[in-house]
């Protein structure tokens, strides 16, 4: 099972908020790998000047090393060949690093330039981080606090990641409708175009049959005047006739009496 090299000094991650140790390399060897470790504690104790007791404050320690890797996973990465692992610090926080972590959440929202309000990524990336550190520094302290912190902090995810998704469906529904209002809107408008070329058509065709209409009655008027000037003629004529016939008559009739 590989082991870190080195498990001792904190380091302030600048790409997170969240106090980590000094990254590790994993190494394959497990012979080499103990004597790493071995060296690394004795000169670590050395440092901190008392002797290797494993007593009560290294149990709780290594408790806590354990619980905090449980609550925060240690990250892993690969680089240059090399597996490198780091986990969170097990350092107490103090009132100074709270005031810290305060001023690094501020600056780091203004150099990210993130959103004051509505859905950024960049500023909830940022307070999720704060949120572990708070947890971590919590956990340090009191375990189950941790715990408890961990489990809220999960269902806020869960909360997050569900009005993500129903926020994606609903955007996705309300970009399908958008689209099929936009085509019904086109074919609307298609029909009102087609609807206006006929009535453009049934128009054109009342003003032709208007006009033939207007044609029909003064030709009717026409030949209504033609009958009646040529009916006067006629009878113009036959009372000329009559009269004609009449006189003749009364000439014929006149010598006998």
């Known amino acids: 099972m590989a082991e870190c090299m080195d498990y001792s000094d904190e380091q302030i991650d600048e790409t997170t908020l969240v106090k980590y140790n000094n990254p590790v390399l994993v190494i394959k060897n497990p012979e080499k790998q103990l004597d790493t470790v071995a060296n690394l504690k004795i000169q670590k104790q050395e440092r901190e000047g008392r002797p290797n007791s494993g007593g009560i404050t290294a149990d709780n320690r290594k408790e806590t090393e354990e619980i905090l890797n449980d609550i925060l996973p240690p990250r892993c990465w690969e680089e240059e060949g090399q597996l490198w692992s780091q986990t969170v610090s097990s350092v107490p926080a103090t009132r100074q690093d709270v005031s810290n972590l305060q001023e690094m959440l501020d600056t780091r929202l203004q150099q990210t330039q ?57 955007a996705a529904f309300g970009i399908r409708k958008a689209l099929q209002s936009q085509e019904g809107k086109e074919q609307l408008y298609q029909k009102v175009l087609d609807l206006q070329i006929e009535c453009d058509a049934m128009r054109n065709e009342i003003k032709d049959m208007e006009h033939k209409a207007e044609q029909t009655e003064r030709r009717n008027n026409e030949m209504k005047l033609s009958e009646e000037r040529k009916h006067a003629e006629e009878v113009a004529f036959l009372k000329k006739t009559n009269a004609q016939l009449k006189s003749q008559l009364e000439g014929i009739i006149a010598p006998k009496k």
């Open 114 to 170: 993130a959103r004051e309000t509505g859905i950024c990524p960049v500023r909830r990336e940022l307070y999720r981080q704060c949120f572990d550190e708070i947890i971590r520094q919590v956990t340090i302290n009191c375990a189950e606090r941790g715990f408890l912190l961990s489990r809220i902090r999960d269902e806020i995810a869960m909360s997050m990641e569900a009005y993500e998704t129903l926020y994606c469906s609903s």
